[in-house]
T-cell receptor
């Protein structure tokens, strides 16, 4: 069974440009999460989808970030326009059930974003 | 607020040495506690977890005990191997919430 995959693995862009990150969860997993790790700091929650609906987006830093999950399968996270402080590693995770059911979240390898 | 504080790295040990990575937490209610590991080039993998006080999680020779009195979940292994070299993240999840709270990660390098 394929795990969570993320694309691209690395992205280097200039300040002001747009970048779109993609996450493909494990097949059949309704729950999809985005997290971010800024250099040297903790991994922070961004948002949680249940199928195509945003269950919790309390961690999204500002309106330059837009996450979508059309059709409830893969998800994209767009940053527009990118700022220097957006640099970091963006992780995606998926789980079969929700957190209340004690479900394990399976993480992808992350996308390393560098904004110059 | 809810948070996790873990020992800063990097940590370098010789093979077969004893490992401890400290983790303490602050949380409302009764969280579940986790250790995740990230090997080079891979995603985070669940290493072990504990869902209530005094539970001990264990996997691959690693252990951690949920200590409510000290709000700690320290990771230990009696004899590390070169293959244990990775970044280790302590995390908590509130039983009523949707998200994890992670520590900053501790990089471990084991040398032969």
């Amino acid at each position: 069974e394929a795990g969570v995959t993320q694309f691209p693995s690395h992205s280097v862009i200039e300040k002001g440009q747009t970048v779109t990150l993609r996450c493909d969860p494990i097949s059949g997993h309704d729950n999809l999460y985005w997290y971010r790790r800024v250099m040297g700091k903790e991994i922070k929650f961004l948002l949680h989808f249940v199928k195509e609906s945003k269950q919790d987006e309390s961690g999204m830093p500002n309106n330059r970030f837009l996450a979508e999950r059309t059709g409830g399968t893969y998800s994209t996270l767009k940053v527009q326009p990118a700022e220097l402080e957006d640099s970091g590693v963006y992780f995606c995770a998926s789980s079969l059930g929700g957190p209340g059911a004690g479900e394990t979240q399976y993480f992808g390898p992350g996308t390393r974003l560098l904004v110059l | 607020g809810d948070s996790v504080t873990q020992m800063e790295g990097p940590v370098t040990l010789s093979e077969e040495a004893f490992l401890t990575i400290n983790c303490t937490y602050t949380a409302t209610g009764y969280p579940s506690l986790f250790w995740y590991v990230q090997y080079p080039g891979e995603g985070l993998q669940l290493l072990l977890k504990a869902t209530k006080a005094d539970d001990k999680g264990s996997n691959k020779g690693f252990e951690a005990t949920y200590r409510k009195e000290t709000t700690s979940f320290h990771l230990e292994k009696g004899s590390v191997q070169v293959s244990d070299s990775a970044v280790y993240f302590c995390a908590l999840r509130l039983n009523t919430g949707n998200q994890f709270y992670f520590g900053t990660g501790t990089s471990l390098t084991v040398i032969p």
